[in-house]
């Protein structure tokens, strides 16, 4: 493993993108960066701009107005910036498909590099996601 | 080529950078302990430099280039300098220069201009928000940070670093006296402000305005502005070691002492920026103007007066 890729794996900087999700998976996310998870631990942070993300969270399912708002925030960090799907929504629309305001799902719209289901999906699994993202990279 | 030397290795750049690594953890660690956590490892602010050095540098298109590019450096260089000069002033308090006193205070003004340049130079209206944020938290932390030293200068009767801690090794330290305490309070708030730490981080706040000042730089320059902050947060503590604790650093035991005492300083500024939310900029400006400026300038006539 390159030492690029050691540090990026080490110090991971999550910017939070919510294209319209019912708000219960970003209390998880929330949940997961509270002291008692303490991601700290694995240099994992949360950052205010997507400038200096390397991790986006999407959570919900982009519709008509979050799509290409979504489609910006990625063109907008700087590479390498994976995309983590968290929630049933994010994971393809779910029981939100036949809804009129929804086009795509978000593998659709940027590159996902992992996806963590459920509904809302608990802090232990997206830690476990990420963790399995972090493994992938190293290989 | 001696002068390179103490620049680039050591005290400058290198040991500084290293050190102000160890301090960035120990913030982060002490701040960790504080809220019940376990914290990050020893070399998690090494990594994020790393890992920020291999990243995209994004370049937003309406920038005006070169400023956006170069002022990052000289904020680096400057507080490279300012902290090569206050380490040679323990090492050597018999060397340095009439007046070094002023030009640390200047240089270590220089790396919130070249923030607020590059930022403004960034053209993002966020930017410019946490860049008007900034030039206003300098300009009311400059006048009582001044007043603090001018307490230490005045007891000393000297405008030399070196002279100020010989001072200090031969009629105890600083803060000993009644207008040198007032004066140590007054100057840890406003290096609490010049190191951007919680109540005086408006010019970032990142739940906020998305780190304001920070917000267009990505990857490298975002590492170079990340090392500087390092270094100030050496520089800065530093410099209040020096005016107020300060003691020659000859032997290894009194380096050792030295090294322990801004530690000290650093904790302080730590537990600071852990008991206190974020303030408004117009709290913020009345309260350094206001009540700050009136402590320091009480610790001036008393300084004055002898006490
Ligand atoms: S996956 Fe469930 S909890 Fe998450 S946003 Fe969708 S509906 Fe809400």
């Known amino acids: ?139 | 080529m001696k002068d390179l030397f103490y620049y680039l290795i050591f005290p400058g750049f290198l040991f500084t950078g290293a050190l102000g690594i160890f301090a960035s953890w120990f913030d982060r660690k002490i701040t960790a302990r504080v809220q019940w956590r376990k914290g990050p490892p020893l070399l998690q602010p090494l990594y994020d430099l790393i890992k920020l050095l291999g990243k995209e540098l994004i370049l937003p298109a309406n920038s005006s280039l070169w400023t956006f590019l170069v002022f990052p450096i000289v904020g680096l260089a400057a507080s490279a300098l300012a902290s090569s000069i206050i380490w040679l002033a323990f090492l050597f308090p018999e060397k340095g220069f009439v007046g070094d006193v002023f030009v640390v205070i200047y240089l270590m003004g220089l790396p919130a201009i070249s923030l607020i340049v590059a930022s403004f130079a960034s053209a993002n209206p966020l930017a410019s928000q946490g860049a008007s944020r900034e030039i206003k938290l300098l300009l009311s932390y400059e006048l009582p940070f001044i007043l603090a030293a001018l307490v230490v200068l005045i007891k000393a009767q000297s405008i030399k670093l070196g002279g100020l801690i010989f001072y200090q090794a031969v009629n105890g330290l600083g803060i000993g006296s009644f207008s040198g305490a007032i004066a140590f309070i007054v100057a840890l708030l406003c290096s609490q402000a010049k190191l951007g730490l919680v109540p005086f981080d408006m010019a970032e706040a990142e739940t906020e305005i998305m780190a304001g000042a920070y917000i267009e730089f990505s990857g490298p320059l975002l590492a170079v502005f990340r090392l500087t902050k390092f270094m100030m947060l050496v520089a800065a503590p530093l410099f209040l070691v020096g005016l107020f604790l300060g003691n020659v650093a000859a032997g290894p035991g009194a380096f050792l002492l030295l090294i322990l005492k801004y530690l000290a300083v650093v904790l302080l500024t730590v537990l600071i920026r852990n008991t206190n939310p974020r303030l408004r900029i117009d709290q913020a400006m009345k309260f350094f103007w206001g009540p700050v400026t009136l402590l320091a300038a009480v610790a001036v006539t008393l300084a004055l007066f002898g006490k």
């Open chain 1, 1 to 139: 493993m390159n030492l690029k890729l050691k540090a990026l794996t080490k110090s991971i900087w999550v910017f939070h993108a919510a294209c319209s999700p019912c708000n219960n998976c970003d209390i998880e996310i929330l949940d997961v960066l509270t002291p008692r998870y303490d991601v700290e631990r694995f240099g994992i942070q949360l950052v205010g701009s997507v400038r200096h993300a390397d991790v986006l969270l999407v959570t919900g399912v982009p519709n008509r107005k979050t799509a290409e708002r979504l489609k910006a925030l990625y063109a907008q960090a700087a590479k390498p910036c994976l995309v983590v799907a968290i929630g049933q929504c994010a994971g393809g629309g779910c029981m939100f498909t036949p809804s009129y305001n929804y086009i795509k799902p978000v593998d659709e719209i940027v590159p996902v590099a992992a996806y963590v289901p459920g509904c809302p999906p608990k802090p232990e699994a997206i830690i476990m996601g990420v963790v399995k993202l972090l493994k992938s990279l190293g290989k």
